[in-house]
């Protein structure tokens, strides 16, 4: 991916979530209802994800006001190793880097900062984007645990979301894999809102009472997505489930 298209992908964010209410808590416990939801399903949980995201401020910050964001954050995940990647243009400039943390699992850390556009409404920001992967959901329960402690105190505005996906042998007809998405939602009482169904993905927005943070979308009230689609590269039926959504592609 070019910096061009990095660039764009924190400002996404902005438009996609809209959290009304949070609790530290509530990420840990996603980890397991999400765990709980795919191995209803008899999936084998082969990867895990948690991100944090904030706005951090209204302005269109220097390369070396970012550099020192980036290394403030880095300080307080201890992250070792590493090489600074650099990218600027017109509506842009952006840092990244990736490595280990004191902790144990490796992240990728994104400062970016954009200038706004004036004639559109949209005024000058500086975002934080902050991305882990494991594949064992108790790392991830302690990735969470620890951008709560570390890394909400310096952005207290920032929302963290965590997705985990797992895989089932072989492949799935459409109906098939709506079954399965739709039993595993029963199984930890989550309400079915909206359904995205083709012969290659079944992608379902629901809420689950289990979890208390929610997103509003055209009035509707959802806090999960769980998403079933076929890899024929692995041959596998792959199921996504994220909180609130699942961030990336699946």
């Not at 809209?18 to 609790?23: F, G, L, N």
């Not at 509506?91 to 990736?98: A, F, I």
């Amino acid at each position: 991916m070019d910096w061009r298209k990095k660039a764009v992908v924190l400002v996404c964010l902005v438009s996609l979530l809209v959290i009304i209410s949070r609790a530290a808590s509530q990420e840990r416990e996603a980890v397991q209802v999400l765990q709980a939801l795919l191995r209803s399903a008899g999936a084998e949980i082969v990867a895990g994800e948690a991100q944090f995201y904030a706005i951090l401020d209204n302005d269109y910050r220097t390369m070396a006001e970012l550099e020192g964001i980036m290394f403030e954050v880095g300080e307080l995940l201890d992250l070792k190793g590493g090489e600074v990647q650099r990218g600027e243009g017109e509506t842009y400039r952006v840092l990244e880097v990736t490595g280990l943390t004191a902790f144990g699992p490796e992240v990728q850390l994104v400062v970016q900062s954009n200038p706004g556009e004036a004639d559109l409404g949209s005024s000058p920001k500086t975002y934080l984007l902050i991305v882990s992967r494991d594949s064992n959901p108790e790392k991830i329960t302690t990735i969470v645990t620890r951008l709560n402690q570390l890394i909400l105190p310096f952005a207290p505005h920032g929302q963290i979301s965590v997705h985990l996906t797992g895989q089932l042998p072989g492949k799935r007809t459409a109906e098939q894999m709506g079954r399965i998405a739709r039993s595993a939602l029963r199984t930890i009482g989550a309400t079915e809102v909206e359904g995205l169904e083709g012969e290659e993905l079944i992608s379902l927005t629901a809420h689950t009472p289990l979890l208390e943070n929610d997103l509003f979308v055209n009035g509707q009230r959802f806090n999960l997505n769980l998403a079933v689609r076929y890899d024929d590269f692995y041959e596998k039926t792959l199921l996504s489930a994220g909180f609130p959504l699942i961030h990336g592609s699946y």
